[in-house]
């Protein structure tokens, strides 16, 4: 398989393993080898509203919201590569979620991620922004 069906496919394995764990789906002991474990040390995310969170600010909301949503879903749509240089590749795609309580109950965001893709693929970076639609 190569970098770029990889990291396209990493995009929607996280996304699977958050909707999983905000609806309960995934167990509690899984959360370091579905969610954390991928996340680089240095990862940062931009919010949809601008906002920025470091790697231990986000699992931390993360870990507090474990099962609060049942009816949260999330849809991954329209990835695209934008670059790939050796083992970095970035990702841009689509987000639509439904059932949200911490947003919209149906929104979007165009989001783009920095993958290290090497024996396994670290999210580096993610830069999230509303789309109106």
Known sequence: MSNRERACDEVVRMHAAIEGWVTGRLQQDRFEEEIA?????????VEPDG???EREVLLKGLRDYWGK???FRIRIENSEILE??????IV???ERQTGAS?????NARRSTCALDVGERVTHLF???T???D
């Open 37 to 45: 474990g991928f996340l680089g040390p240095g990862f940062r995310i």
């Open 51 to 53: 906002r920025t969170a």
């Open 69 to 71: 949503n049942p009816a």
């Open 84 to 89: 790939e240089r050796g083992g970095l590749v």
């Open 92 to 94: 841009t795609y689509l």
């Open 102 to 106: 911490l947003a919209k109950e149906t």
């Open 126 to 128: 993610l830069h999230e």
């Open 130 to 132: 509303w789309v109106n």
